[in-house]
């Protein structure tokens, strides 16, 4: 099993709503990540969790609050977000974070579209 | 850091033709990943190459790990209107905690 689910698939708020993107993983990998993605563009890294821990914030807006329950689970907090954070937004996971392991493959969910009104 | 390229940037082919696009870097990748993305979605795996030299098969798809490790290719054969999409290249940076990707190539396929 390769798969990566994300709740919700669609979502549209206020700027001044709080909402959360949840994402799961039931392979067993250690490095889970965010990603922001704009149409026709590659996906634009965020944040990356390795072993639950925060490794890497690409000096992402602290609207963006990301959350690592266990090592299952990924959230992303939204608060306050303007409308150019619209985009699709990725989560996907890996065996481990790629510093370790040159020959790791990353596998993505698919995606939550989120439009700020 | 490191920067992957690919070409074309996109195409325009008719269903039943064999397509082939390119992934390059000026550095070396020890592993060579191909994503299909469609509109909305995520990229989905479709091909892992994790040494020189390999050549790996998908159903109609082919994939080659360049011998200099600065490349790959994905070609796909017998074209069909479910191939459309953007087709990414990537490969975990030698350099940190994440993943390089390429620009996509965007393919069209016309009836």
């Known amino acids: 099993d390769t798969e990566v689910t994300q709740t919700p698939k669609h979502l549209v708020m206020g700027m001044t709503n709080k909402k959360s993107l949840k994402c799961e993983q039931h392979m067993g990998h250690r490095a889970m990540y965010w990603y922001k993605q704009k149409a026709k563009k590659p996906p634009e890294l965020m944040f990356v969790?390795?072993?639950?821990?925060?490794?890497i914030n690409e000096s992402v807006p602290s609207r963006f609050s990301p959350e690592c329950p266990n090592s299952s689970l990924l959230n992303l907090h939204l608060h306050a977000l303007q409308p150019e954070d619209s985009a699709l937004y990725l989560c996907?996971?890996?065996?481990?974070?790629?510093?370790?392991?040159?020959?790791?493959?990353?596998?993505f969910g698919p995606g939550t579209r989120l439009t700020v009104l | 850091g490191q920067q992957l390229n690919q070409s074309p940037q996109s195409m325009f082919i008719q269903e039943g033709e064999d397509v082939s696009m390119n992934c390059t870097s000026s550095?070396?990748?020890?592993?060579w990943l191909w994503y299909k993305q469609d509109p909305g979605e995520g990229p989905v795996l479709l091909i892992a190459?994790?040494?020189?030299?390999e050549l790996t098969s998908n159903g109609r798809l082919t994939a080659q790990f360049g011998i200099t490790r600065k490349d790959s290719f994905l070609n796909i054969s017998a074209s069909i209107p479910s191939d459309v999409g953007i087709y990414f290249c990537?490969?975990?940076?030698?350099?940190?905690?994440?993943?390089?990707f390429g620009p996509g190539t965007r393919l069209s396929v016309l009836p």
């Open positions: 990537a490969g975990p940076s030698n350099y940190g905690q994440n993943f390089v």
């Open positions: 190459l994790y040494k020189a030299g």
């Open positions: 969790y390795s072993y639950e821990k925060l490794s």
């Open positions: 996907a996971s890996s065996q481990e974070a790629s510093g370790g392991n040159l020959h790791d493959t990353q596998y």
């Open positions: 550095s070396i990748f020890n592993t």
